[in-house]
Protein backbone atom coordinates (compact mmCIF):
# COMPACT_ATOMS: atom_id res chain seq x y z
CA UNK A 1 0.00 0.00 0.00
CA UNK A 2 2.88 2.04 0.65
CA UNK A 3 4.56 1.02 -2.49
CA UNK A 4 1.41 2.37 -4.55
CA UNK A 5 1.59 5.72 -2.72
CA UNK A 6 4.95 6.05 -3.33
CA UNK A 7 4.48 5.34 -6.72
CA UNK A 8 1.87 8.22 -7.60
CA UNK A 9 3.75 10.25 -5.53
CA UNK A 10 6.98 10.02 -7.78
CA UNK A 11 4.77 10.45 -10.95
CA UNK A 12 2.02 13.49 -9.92
CA UNK A 13 4.72 15.85 -11.03
CA UNK A 14 4.69 14.07 -14.39
CA UNK A 15 0.87 13.98 -14.82
CA UNK A 16 0.64 17.52 -13.38
CA UNK A 17 3.19 18.64 -16.33
CA UNK A 18 1.14 16.88 -18.74
CA UNK A 19 -2.10 18.57 -17.99
CA UNK A 20 -0.21 22.09 -18.28
CA UNK A 21 1.08 21.24 -21.66
CA UNK A 22 -2.10 19.78 -23.11
CA UNK A 23 -3.86 22.76 -21.74
CA UNK A 24 -1.29 25.06 -23.53
CA UNK A 25 -1.59 22.86 -26.59
CA UNK A 26 -5.37 23.27 -26.70
CA UNK A 27 -4.66 27.55 -25.76
CA UNK A 28 -6.13 28.91 -29.62
CA UNK A 29 -8.87 31.13 -30.06
CA UNK A 30 -11.29 31.34 -32.87
CA UNK A 31 -13.13 34.78 -33.81
CA UNK A 32 -15.69 34.74 -36.66
CA UNK A 33 -15.12 37.44 -39.17
CA UNK A 34 -16.52 39.05 -42.37
CA UNK A 35 -15.85 36.50 -45.28
CA UNK A 36 -15.36 39.63 -47.15
CA UNK A 37 -12.69 41.22 -45.34
CA UNK A 38 -9.54 41.44 -46.56
CA UNK A 39 -6.86 38.73 -45.02
CA UNK A 40 -3.16 37.64 -45.46
CA UNK A 41 -1.48 35.45 -43.12
CA UNK A 42 0.94 33.38 -45.16
CA UNK A 43 1.44 35.59 -48.35
CA UNK A 44 -0.31 33.26 -50.54
CA UNK A 45 -2.69 32.97 -52.57
CA UNK A 46 -5.94 33.26 -50.83
CA UNK A 47 -9.81 33.57 -51.18
CA UNK A 48 -8.96 37.79 -51.23
CA UNK A 49 -6.80 37.43 -54.20
CA UNK A 50 -9.50 35.08 -55.95
CA UNK A 51 -12.41 37.09 -55.79
CA UNK A 52 -10.32 40.20 -56.53
CA UNK A 53 -8.73 38.32 -59.41
CA UNK A 54 -12.01 37.05 -60.97
CA UNK A 55 -13.41 40.77 -60.55
CA UNK A 56 -10.99 42.52 -61.98
CA UNK A 57 -10.67 40.53 -65.60
CA UNK A 58 -14.48 39.92 -65.66
CA UNK A 59 -14.13 43.87 -65.82
CA UNK A 60 -12.08 43.82 -68.39
CA UNK A 61 -13.17 41.37 -70.83
CA UNK A 62 -16.52 43.60 -70.69
CA UNK A 63 -15.28 46.49 -71.19
CA UNK A 64 -13.53 45.13 -74.40
CA UNK A 65 -15.13 45.24 -77.59
CA UNK A 66 -16.65 42.06 -78.64
CA UNK A 67 -19.51 42.11 -75.88
CA UNK A 68 -20.76 44.50 -77.69
CA UNK A 69 -20.70 43.09 -81.08
CA UNK A 70 -21.76 40.38 -79.99
CA UNK A 71 -25.04 41.35 -78.44
CA UNK A 72 -25.55 43.31 -81.46
CA UNK A 73 -25.27 40.51 -83.67
CA UNK A 74 -27.88 38.47 -81.89
CA UNK A 75 -30.55 41.27 -81.55
CA UNK A 76 -29.29 42.48 -78.58
CA UNK A 77 -29.51 39.69 -76.87
CA UNK A 78 -26.46 38.92 -74.06
CA UNK A 79 -23.73 36.32 -75.50
CA UNK A 80 -23.49 33.12 -73.73
CA UNK A 81 -20.55 32.09 -72.09
CA UNK A 82 -18.66 28.94 -70.42
CA UNK A 83 -16.14 29.23 -67.90
CA UNK A 84 -13.67 26.61 -69.20
CA UNK A 85 -10.49 25.75 -67.45
CA UNK A 86 -7.77 27.49 -65.18
CA UNK A 87 -4.75 25.87 -64.89
CA UNK A 88 -2.75 25.91 -62.09
CA UNK A 89 1.08 26.35 -62.70
CA UNK A 90 2.57 27.37 -59.91
CA UNK A 91 4.11 25.29 -57.12
CA UNK A 92 1.35 25.84 -54.33
CA UNK A 93 -1.69 24.41 -53.82
CA UNK A 94 -4.25 26.96 -55.78
CA UNK A 95 -7.98 25.92 -55.68
CA UNK A 96 -8.91 26.32 -59.38
CA UNK A 97 -12.73 25.32 -58.55
CA UNK A 98 -13.09 28.40 -56.17
CA UNK A 99 -11.96 30.81 -58.46
CA UNK A 100 -13.95 29.26 -61.60
CA UNK A 101 -16.91 30.19 -59.37
CA UNK A 102 -15.80 33.71 -58.51
CA UNK A 103 -15.61 34.57 -62.45
CA UNK A 104 -18.88 33.01 -62.74
CA UNK A 105 -20.27 35.31 -59.95
CA UNK A 106 -18.76 37.92 -61.79
CA UNK A 107 -20.24 37.80 -64.88
CA UNK A 108 -23.67 36.79 -63.56
CA UNK A 109 -23.94 40.37 -61.41
CA UNK A 110 -22.85 41.92 -64.70
CA UNK A 111 -25.74 41.25 -66.22
CA UNK A 112 -24.07 41.39 -69.79
CA UNK A 113 -24.13 37.76 -70.46
CA UNK A 114 -25.64 34.59 -69.86
CA UNK A 115 -23.55 31.91 -67.92
CA UNK A 116 -23.88 28.54 -69.46
CA UNK A 117 -23.46 25.30 -67.15
CA UNK A 118 -19.91 23.35 -67.62
CA UNK A 119 -19.67 20.17 -69.15
CA UNK A 120 -19.52 18.33 -66.02
CA UNK A 121 -22.88 20.41 -64.64
CA UNK A 122 -24.21 19.58 -68.45
CA UNK A 123 -23.91 16.46 -67.78
CA UNK A 124 -25.50 15.55 -64.14
CA UNK A 125 -28.67 17.79 -65.70
CA UNK A 126 -29.32 15.50 -68.45
CA UNK A 127 -29.41 13.22 -66.19
CA UNK A 128 -32.22 14.47 -64.59
CA UNK A 129 -33.86 15.62 -67.84
CA UNK A 130 -33.74 12.36 -69.03
CA UNK A 131 -35.31 10.92 -65.46
CA UNK A 132 -38.29 13.14 -66.00
CA UNK A 133 -39.31 11.65 -69.05
CA UNK A 134 -39.50 8.40 -67.72
CA UNK A 135 -41.12 9.57 -64.04
CA UNK A 136 -42.26 13.41 -64.06
CA UNK A 137 -45.80 14.62 -65.05
CA UNK A 138 -45.90 16.00 -68.81
CA UNK A 139 -46.88 19.00 -67.84
CA UNK A 140 -43.75 19.11 -65.29
CA UNK A 141 -40.98 17.97 -67.52
CA UNK A 142 -38.42 20.21 -68.66
CA UNK A 143 -38.18 19.93 -72.67
CA UNK A 144 -35.63 18.24 -74.58
CA UNK A 145 -33.22 19.87 -77.12
CA UNK A 146 -33.66 22.86 -75.49
CA UNK A 147 -30.22 23.86 -74.06
CA UNK A 148 -28.49 27.14 -73.77
CA UNK A 149 -25.27 26.97 -76.41
CA UNK A 150 -22.63 29.17 -75.53
CA UNK A 151 -21.06 31.02 -78.50
CA UNK A 152 -17.19 31.68 -76.04
CA UNK A 153 -15.62 29.88 -73.78
CA UNK A 154 -13.06 31.70 -71.36
CA UNK A 155 -10.31 30.07 -70.22
CA UNK A 156 -6.28 30.69 -68.61
CA UNK A 157 -3.92 29.93 -65.92
CA UNK A 158 -2.06 30.97 -62.83
CA UNK A 159 1.82 31.23 -62.70
CA UNK A 160 3.90 32.42 -59.75
CA UNK A 161 7.37 33.90 -59.11
CA UNK A 162 8.89 33.93 -55.84
CA UNK A 163 11.83 35.81 -54.46
CA UNK A 164 13.10 35.26 -51.19
CA UNK A 165 16.14 36.05 -49.15
CA UNK A 166 16.37 35.32 -45.56
CA UNK A 167 13.19 35.92 -43.70
CA UNK A 168 11.79 38.22 -46.90
CA UNK A 169 9.88 36.96 -49.80
CA UNK A 170 8.29 38.28 -52.44
CA UNK A 171 5.59 36.13 -54.73
CA UNK A 172 4.41 37.25 -57.80
CA UNK A 173 1.80 35.96 -59.80
CA UNK A 174 0.30 36.25 -62.80
CA UNK A 175 -3.47 35.68 -63.65
CA UNK A 176 -4.02 35.19 -68.24
CA UNK A 177 -7.17 34.43 -69.11
CA UNK A 178 -8.64 34.15 -73.02
CA UNK A 179 -12.11 34.41 -74.33
CA UNK A 180 -12.54 31.98 -77.33
CA UNK A 181 -15.52 32.15 -80.05
CA UNK A 182 -16.07 28.38 -80.15
CA UNK A 183 -17.07 28.14 -83.93
CA UNK A 184 -14.42 30.10 -85.29
CA UNK A 185 -11.40 28.90 -82.40
CA UNK A 186 -10.80 32.94 -83.01
CA UNK A 187 -9.48 34.50 -79.75
CA UNK A 188 -11.71 37.96 -79.30
CA UNK A 189 -10.48 39.03 -75.63
CA UNK A 190 -7.15 38.37 -73.97
CA UNK A 191 -6.15 39.75 -70.43
CA UNK A 192 -3.96 39.79 -67.41
CA UNK A 193 -4.51 40.33 -64.07
CA UNK A 194 -0.89 40.35 -61.43
CA UNK A 195 -0.77 40.33 -58.10
CA UNK A 196 3.08 40.83 -56.01
CA UNK A 197 2.81 40.34 -52.38
CA UNK A 198 6.20 40.91 -50.12
CA UNK A 199 6.59 39.09 -46.81
CA UNK A 200 8.45 40.07 -43.87
CA UNK A 201 9.13 37.17 -41.57
CA UNK A 202 11.73 38.88 -39.35
CA UNK A 203 11.26 38.29 -35.32
CA UNK A 204 10.42 41.23 -33.49
CA UNK A 205 12.77 41.10 -30.05
CA UNK A 206 11.31 42.32 -26.72
Given amino acids: ?????????RH?????????????????????????????????????????????LVQQALAAPWAERAA???????PAVIVGAFT????????????TRDVEAALLGSGTVTVVASASE??????????????AAADTRA??????????VLKGDVQAIEDAEGRERVVYYQIDATL?????NAKVWVGQHKIKKYIDRRRIGW
Avoid at 88 to 99: D, R
Fill in 143 to 152: GLVKEQGAQY
Fill in 1 to 9: MRHTSFVRA
Fill in 180 to 184: VDLES
Fill in 88 to 99: NHTMEHIPVATF
Fill in 12 to 56: APLLAAAVVALGACNNKRVARIDPTSVTDLSGRWNDTDSRLVAGA
Fill in 72 to 78: AARGGRP
Fill in 122 to 135: RQEVRAERADQQQY
